[in-house]
């Protein structure tokens, strides 16, 4: 599939991930309905914050992804939609559990009612790594045992069987995209690598922070919005789970000694209790096999082993140092 004449609603296109896709197509020439979480004041999140040559160049619906009547409108005379939208925050979900459920998995349930009623060409559905929980064996491939290690990821690990469940009982033509942890420009700062340029930025010289030793592969955001991109024209990723990641694990230590580096700051790390999360849901360790999305859709990260990871990071430390970009923060306090 290509997108020549394609309609695309990108759901949570108001959010990190979401702006950044929204970019994507618009810089790829496509059509662009983006749907963001109405609000009274007409808030469009980052969407309000686009470069020249993407604003005013898409369309903007409101609505929520939780009303099944405001999806169905939403996805009207589209042929494609992207399904960023959903609450991500894991801290969150312990004390929230319920409201995960019903934008996760309800709202994932909306997107693809709305898709079989407007019969769809293709439905993108967002995964996470930590569907996985802590590996098993590594490099982690899409065979791996799902565990939901929390309740955020427990409501994705029943996003992603719903969608799939779709595919088998009607053919819907949903792929499922699992991101591994992705960073960039506009991420919130409870995410661990602002948090830590935030502070670095605001000038601290303690940096607080949870656990050290749990390792990630950190994912540039510009990859995975190229993985969306390349997921929604394969025919071959259709009915399937396909991982997008960078390749390379880093233990959250090591990232912040390398941040600290790049930024040319001589900091110490504080441990705060309050960003550990219980022990039995500390995902350990996050490694990415990506053999199978450069099989079937022919994508490779841009941002991969430890060169590209510094070149992510450095790009990110960038857009932070922007006094108009660090304003949007706050970056002396934690935010679950």
């Given at each position: 599939?290509?997108?020549?004449?394609?309609?695309?609603?990108?759901?949570?296109?108001?959010?990190?991930?979401?702006?950044?896709?929204?970019?994507?197509?618009?810089?790829?020439?496509?059509?662009?309905?983006?749907?963001?979480?109405?609000?009274?004041?007409?808030?469009?999140?980052?969407?309000?914050?686009?470069?020249?040559?993407?604003?005013?160049?898409?369309?903007?619906?409101?609505g929520d992804i939780r009303d099944p009547f405001a999806v169905a409108e939403a996805t009207?005379?589209?042929?494609?939609?992207?399904h960023l939208a959903a609450l991500i925050a894991i801290p969150y979900s312990y004390r929230s559990p319920a409201s995960y459920v019903e934008t996760n998995v309800v709202g994932t349930l909306n997107v693809l009612e709305a898709a079989r009623r407007h019969d769809l060409e293709r439905i993108v559905i967002t995964s996470t790594s930590e569907v996985y929980g802590t590996?098993?064996?590594?490099?982690?491939?899409?065979?791996?045992?799902?565990?939901?290690q929390s309740p955020y990821a427990a409501t994705k690990i029943g996003a992603d069987s719903l969608a799939l469940s779709y595919y088998s009982s009607f053919k819907t033509p949903v792929t499922v995209?699992?991101?591994?942890?992705?960073?960039?420009?506009?991420?919130?700062?409870?995410?661990?690598?602002?948090?830590?340029?935030?502070q670095i930025v605001a000038g601290k010289k303690k940096i607080k922070l949870g656990a050290l030793s749990p390792?990630?592969?950190?994912?540039?955001?510009?990859?995975?919005?190229?993985?969306?991109?390349?997921?929604?024209?394969?025919?071959?990723?259709?009915?399937?789970?396909?991982?997008?990641?960078?390749?390379?694990?880093?233990?959250?230590?090591d990232t912040a000694r390398v941040i600290s580096e790049l930024m040319d700051?001589?900091?110490?790390?504080?441990?705060?209790?309050?960003?550990?999360?219980?022990?039995?849901?500390?995902?350990?360790?996050?490694?990415?096999?990506?053999?199978?999305?450069?099989?079937?859709?022919?994508?490779?990260?841009?941002?991969?082993?430890a060169e590209g990871f510094r070149q992510g990071l450095s790009a990110t430390i960038a857009w932070f140092r922007d006094p108009a970009n660090l304003a949007h923060y706050k970056t002396d306090q934690y935010g679950i």
């Open positions: 599939m290509n997108f020549n004449g394609k309609r695309i609603l990108v759901t949570g296109a108001d959010g990190f991930i979401g702006s950044h896709v929204v970019e994507a197509l618009v810089r790829a020439g496509v059509e662009v309905r983006a749907h963001v979480l109405y609000n009274s004041l007409g808030l469009w999140g980052w969407l309000d914050h686009m470069a020249d040559d993407v604003r005013g160049k898409f369309e903007i619906v409101a009207r005379s589209c042929q494609v939609v992207m590996a098993r064996f590594v490099p982690i491939t899409e065979e791996h045992p799902l565990q939901g995209l699992r991101p591994f942890n992705t960073y960039g420009p506009r991420q919130s700062v409870r995410a661990v690598i602002p948090t830590i340029i935030g390792t990630r592969d950190f994912t540039f955001v510009e990859d995975t919005a190229r993985g969306f991109l390349a997921s929604a024209c394969c025919d071959a990723a259709v009915g399937q789970v396909t991982n997008i990641g960078s390749s390379f694990e880093i233990s959250i230590g700051a001589s900091i110490e790390i504080e441990l705060e209790e309050q960003r550990l999360r219980p022990a039995g849901s500390e995902v350990e360790r996050l490694w990415a096999s990506t053999d199978k999305a450069k099989r079937l859709m022919d994508w490779r990260p841009q941002f991969a082993g």
